[in-house]
């Protein structure tokens, strides 16, 4: 398994020749969006009305809540009722991939409700927002991260060179979770046998 970032919450998930693609990078952010094929696209943010991709490059595409199933990848996706409006609807979902189980939190700004929680046990690695507003702050994110307990943590939608929007450094959240292990990489290459031996819970910076 081979895990990269590109900024906010964009990541690339590569198990051999498949790929996973979780929320592209938007023109408006200044960023550049990432030019790969993948299999299967995970948007944790969508705005109504809900528009399909498209693109032919994507053999599948998961906006909302539900439970999904595509060689072999199992996705489910909690409806973020809180947080979502007539405009928009947000998801956090939960993804299992070489064995591995994976939780996406997305465009969160507020704690979990418990129906959610509920769902998110086991989780070996937690992609969390940790730039601060408009999304979780980074007091609420480390709590969350105490409740979950996940083995590594992919911290997202921090300042980045080229980013419009203000975001606070990812400093300020190591700060915060200061009492956790840090490695920065520009990609995370690891195995299901390799997450069971990390105690206590990992921090990655994935750096792109």
């Known amino acids: ?24 990078i938007e023109s408006s952010s200044g960023l550049t969006a990432p030019r ?12 109504f009305p809900l528009s399909y991709n498209s693109d032919k490059e994507a053999a599948a595409e998961v906006l909302g809540a539900g439970e999904y199933d595509f060689n072999g990848v199992n996705v489910k996706g909690f409806f973020v009722a809180e947080e979502s409006s007539e ?12 064995g ?9 700004s507020q704690a979990l409700s ?30 969350l991260i105490k409740q979950i307990q996940p083995k590594i943590v992919i911290p997202a939608f921090y300042k980045v060179p080229g980013l419009k929007r203000k975001a606070d450094d990812i400093k ?11 490695e920065k990489t520009d990609k995370l290459v690891i195995k299901k046998k390799d997450i069971e031996e990390i105690k206590p819970t990992k921090v990655v910076v994935l750096t792109i």
């Open 1 to 24: 398994m081979v895990i990269s970032y590109y900024g906010e919450g964009c990541l690339k998930l590569q198990s051999g020749d498949q790929v996973i693609l979780i929320d592209p």
């Open 36 to 47: 790969f094929k993948y299999d299967a696209v995970l948007k944790t943010l969508t705005a």
């Open 87 to 98: 405009k928009f609807l947000k998801t956090i979902y939960w993804a299992e991939m070489e």
């Open 100 to 108: 591995i189980n994976f939780c996406f939190l997305g465009h969160i």
């Open 114 to 143: 418990p129906e959610i929680m509920e769902g998110l046990n086991g989780i070996d690695i937690l992609v969390v927002p940790a730039g601060g507003e408009p999304f979780l702050d980074q007091k609420t994110a480390v709590k």
């Open 172 to 182: 300020k959240f190591l700060e915060e979770i200061d009492t956790a292990k840090v």
